[in-house]
């Protein structure tokens, strides 16, 4: 079974920082892209940052380039996002997703967790 499991959400002062972890189990991640999405209630959700589990390759929302770092640890399945810089438009739960690498959809979500920050 599939399983992507998000932790790290909270609530910080604007200016500081969280750091969102990812465990995935049930599938090889060598052969995964994962990325974290955020949303807002009442707006549709956004993809945050991506990276590929095999080569490392990773991209991001321009608004968040320069304070987030999107990293990977291959032998724990673990993939983090470091929030730097966080502003209150970067409030909204997070979520980690999977896709197989390829022209693929996300197949495998996890739930999300929630950031929020105070002006």
């Known amino acids: 079974e599939v399983q992507l499991q998000a932790s790290g959400g909270g609530l910080v002062q604007a200016g500081g920082s969280l750091r969102l972890s990812c465990v995935a189990s049930?599938?090889?991640?060598?052969?995964?892209?994962i990325g974290w999405f955020r949303q807002v209630p009442g707006k549709e959700r956004e993809g945050v940052s991506w990276i590929c589990m095999s080569d490392g390759s990773s991209d991001y929302l321009d608004s968040v380039k320069g304070r987030f770092t999107i990293s990977r640890d291959n032998a724990k399945n673990a993939l983090y996002l470091q929030m730097n810089s966080l502003k209150p438009e970067d409030t909204a739960i997070y979520y980690c997703?999977?896709?197989?690498?390829?022209?693929?959809?996300?197949?495998?979500w996890g739930q999300g967790t929630q950031v929020t920050v105070s002006s």
């Open positions: 049930g599938f090889t991640f060598d052969d995964y892209i």
């Open positions: 997703a999977a896709r197989q690498i390829g022209p693929q959809q996300y197949r495998y």
